[in-house]
C-alpha cells in the first residue's frame, strides 16, 4: 500500500519537548488582535493625516500606522506557528503599545502630550524583545537588570519632561511640528535644573543599558551552537541594528553635541531601524521554512537508498545542521527507547541546553530526538524530522515484512520441491532402479541374437533414470544436505551445457536457507549464461566467506550485454527475488564482448 509523505506528516505526532510548560491563550485573543487592527490603524491614519501642526501629516500618519500593524501582523504570524514561544504575543503588544504614538498628530493638548511620552513602552518593549529573543524570555539575572535600568530611566526621562516641560516634542524627523506643537497640559512648574539633572543621569544610564543589551547579544551569538546562530542570524543582521543605532544616535546627540544636519541624518536613519525591526522577525520565520524544506527534500531523498538506523541518524543531524543530535528508536519489548548501537537512551537533565522530542503515531511512542535546545524554537525542523523518522521506520517495517513474506513464500516452496524430490527418489526413481536391475537379470537368460534389444532398452532405461535424477536435482538438492553446497554445485554441473569451474574458499557448513539460495542462484545463472554467452564460452563459479555472509560469484567469458539497455528476463529476476527474500544483494556486471559476472552476498 503505498502511503505519501504528506500523510506521514499528518501522521506523525511530535510530543512536546520537555521544559516546555507555558503555552499562551490562543485562537480567541489572536483573532481579538486581528479584528482589532483595522480600527486601530484607521485611527492613526485619521491623526497623523488631518494634524495641522504636523511637518509631514502624511508621512507621520503612515509611518505611526506602520509601527502599529507590521509588529502585530508578525507577531500573529509568529504566535501561530509557534505557540510555545512568548515572542509572538509580544510582538502582539508591542504593536498595541504603539498605537498611542499616532495620537502626537492630535490638536488636542492632552492627547497630543500623551502620545509623545507614550514612546517610552514600545522602547522599552523593543528592547525587551531584543533581549528575549527567540523564546519570549530572559534567561539571566544580568539581562533582567538590564530592562529594569531601561525602564528606570525612560520613566525618569518622560515623567519629567511630562510634568516640567511646557511644550513636549515627539522624537525624530516625522513628528517634528511645522508650526508650534500643542502646550502641556500636564505641567506642574518649570525645573530647568531639575531637567537637566535628570537629562544628564538618564543619558549614561541609558547609554549603559543599550551597550549592555549590544555585548549581551555579542556574548550570545560568539557562544551560540550551529542551530542558535542560524536561529540568530537573520535577527542579529536586520532587527538588532535598532541597538547600535539607538547608542550612535543619542550618544552623538546628548555627548557629543553633533550639529543640527548630522542630528537629522542620525534621526532619519533611526527612523530607518523602527521600519526595519518587525522584519527581521519575519525574516527569521521565512528562512526557518526555507530551511526546513531544504531539509525535507534531502531527508525524503537520502530514504530511497535504505539507509540504517546509524546512517540516519547521521543523515538527520546533517539536515538539521545539529551534530549534537541523538537518535533512538522506541523498542516495544524492553520499554524504553535505544539509539542505533542499542543503547538505552534517557532524556537529558533539565537546563542542560537540550531538548527531548518524542516522535507518535496514534499515540504510541516510535522514536525520539534528542536536540539542541534552539530547535525547540524551530518546530519546523522538529516536524520535519520527526515525519521523516517516521516515514523511514516504517518503511522499513513494510520492507521487512515484504521481506519476511517472500521468504515464508521461498520456504514454502523449497518445502514443497523438497517433498516432490523425495517421492520421486521413492518412487519413480526406485522402480526404474529395479527395473533396470531386472532387466539385467533377463538379459542373462536370452539367446546372443536377443541381446542387442536388451542393450538397446538398458541404454534407454539409463538415459530415463538421468532425467529423472537431472529433474530431481533441480527440484531440491539432496546432495546438498548430505555434503554441502560445492558438493551439490560440482554433482549438478556435470551435466550443464559449457565448461564449468568451481573454486570453494568456504569455511564450513553455512544455514540450509543461505546455502539453498546460493545453490539456486548459482545454476540460474548457469543457466542464463548456456543460453546467451555464445559458443565456445566457460563459466566459473567461486563460493567464499566475508562481510558476515555467504558470497557467490558466477562469472562467464561469453558475448556479454549492457544491464542498463537489456530487459532482465524471467531467469534475472527470479535470482533477484531469490536474494532479496533472504535478506541479501546482487550484483550484475556486463559489457558486450566482456561476459557477464552475477555476484551477491547472503547474509548467515
Known amino acids: 500500500m503505498a502511503t505519501s509523505p504528506e500523510a506521514f506528516a499528518a501522521a506523525a505526532e511530535p510530543a512536546p519537548p520537555l521544559g516546555r510548560k507555558y503555552v499562551w491563550p490562543g485562537a480567541t485573543v489572536q483573532r481579538a488582535a ?7 490603524a484607521a485611527s492613526s491614519l485619521y491623526l497623523g493625516g488631518t494634524s495641522n501642526h504636523l511637518a509631514y501629516p502624511g508621512g507621520a500618519a503612515m509611518y505611526s500606522t506602520y509601527i502599529i500593524a507590521a509588529p502585530v501582523l508578525v507577531g500573529l504570524g509568529w504566535w501561530r506557528r509557534r505557540p510555545g514561544s512568548r515572542l509572538g504575543p509580544l510582538l502582539v503588544a508591542l504593536g498595541y503599545l504603539s498605537w498611542p504614538i499616532s495620537w502626537q498628530g492630535s490638536d488636542v493638548p492632552l492627547l497630543y502630550s500623551l502620545g509623545v511620552v507614550a514612546a517610552a513602552p514600545p522602547i522599552a518593549m523593543s528592547l525587551y524583545v531584543c533581549l528575549a529573543f527567540s523564546s519570549g524570555r530572559l534567561r539571566t539575572a544580568a539581562e533582567r537588570r538590564l530592562v529594569a535600568l531601561l525602564v528606570l530611566v525612560l520613566t525618569l526621562f518622560f515623567g519629567t519632561a511630562l510634568l516640567t516641560s511646557h511644550t513636549l516634542a515627539g522624537e525624530g524627523p516625522i513628528a517634528a511640528c511645522a508650526v508650534a506643537c500643542p502646550h502641556n497640559p500636564f505641567r506642574l512648574s518649570a525645573q ?4 537637566d539633572a535628570v537629562g544628564t543621569f538618564v543619558t549614561y544610564v541609558g547609554l549603559g543599558v543599550v551597550a549592555g543589551i549590544a555585548a549581551v547579544w555579542i556574548r550570545r551569538f560568539r557562544a551560540a551552537t550551529r542551530p542558535q546562530r542560524r536561529l540568530l542570524v537573520p535577527v542579529a543582521s536586520s532587527s538588532l541594528l535598532l541597538v547600535p543605532t539607538l547608542f550612535a544616535v543619542y550618544f552623538s546627540v546628548l555627548v557629543l553635541g553633533v550639529d543640527g544636519r548630522t542630528y537629522e541624518a542620525l534621526s532619519w536613519l533611526l527612523v530607518g531601524m523602527w521600519i526595519l525591526f518587525p522584519l ?4 527569521a520565520l521565512l528562512q526557518a ?3 526546513a524544506g531544504r531539509a525535507l527534500r534531502q531527508l525524503l531523498s537520502e530514504l530511497a537508498s535504505h539507509p540504517t538506523p546509524d546512517r540516519w541518524h547521521a543523515i538527520v543531524a546533517g539536515a538539521l545542521d545539529d551534530p549534537s543530535l541523538r537518535l533512538a528508536y522506541w523498542d516495544p519489548h524492553a520499554g524504553d527507547f ?8 534517557r532524556p537529558p537533565e533539565r537546563r542542560s541546553g537540550r531538548q527531548w522530542t518524542e516522535v507518535r503515531r496514534d499515540g504510541l511512542p516510535v522514536a525520539a ?3 539542541d535546545d534552539a530547535l525547540v524554537e524551530q518546530s519546523e525542523l522538529l516536524d520535519v524530522a520527526a515525519s521523516a523518522t517516521l516515514l523511514a521506520v516504517e518503511t522499513g517495517r513494510l520492507e521487512g515484512e515484504l521481506r519476511a513474506s517472500q521468504a515464508r513464500a521461498l520456504a514454502a516452496g523449497d518445502a514443497e520441491r523438497r517433498r516432490i524430490g523425495r517421492d520421486l527418489h521413492d518412487t519413480a526413481q526406485q522402480r526404474l532402479v529395479a527395473l533396470r536391475v531386472h532387466l539385467s537379470l533377463a538379459g542373462d537368460r536370452l539367446r546372443p541374437q536377443e541381446l542387442p534389444i536388451v542393450e538397446q532398452l538398458e541404454r534407454e532405461l539409463d538415459a530415463a533414470l538421468d532425467e529423472l535424477q537431472n529433474v530431481a536435482r533441480g527440484i531440491y538438492p539432496h546432495a546438498l544436505a548430505q555434503y554441502g553446497l560445492a558438493a551439490a554445485l560440482r554433482s549438478a554441473v556435470r551435466s550443464a551445457a559449457i565448461p564449468v569451474t568451481i573454486l570453494d574458499e568456504t569455511q564450513g557448513r553455512h544455514a540450509g536457507p543461505v546455502e539453498l539460495a546460493v545453490y539456486f542462484c548459482c545454476l540460474e545463472a548457469l543457466q542464463n549464461a548456456a543460453k546467451h554467452a555464445g559458443p565456445g564460452a566457460s563459466a566459473s ?3 567464499s566467506d566475508g562481510d558476515g555472509g555467504l558470497r557467490f560469484r558466477v562469472e562467464d567469458d561469453g558475448r556479454g550485454f549492457d544491464p542498463e539497455s537489456t530487459e532482465h528476463g524471467a531467469g534475472l529476476s527470479n535470482l533477484a527475488e531469490r536474494v532479496r527474500a533472504v535478506g541479501g544483494s546482487i550484483r550484475i556486471d556486463s559489457a558486450a564482448g566482456r561476459g557477464t559476472r552475477i555476484s551477491g552476498l547472503i547474509p548467515a
Not at 530647568?192 to 531637567?195: G, H, K, S, T
Not at 527581521?280 to 525574516?283: R, S, T
Open 192 to 195: 530647568p535644573q531639575l531637567q
Open 369 to 371: 530526538l534528542d536536540t
Open 289 to 291: 521554512d526555507l530551511f
Open 34 to 40: 486581528l479584528l482589532g487592527l483595522p480600527l486601530v
Open 541 to 543: 563459479i567461486r563460493l
Open 280 to 283: 527581521g522577525f519575519a525574516a
Open 338 to 345: 535505544r539509539d542505533a548501537e542499542g543503547e538505552v537512551a
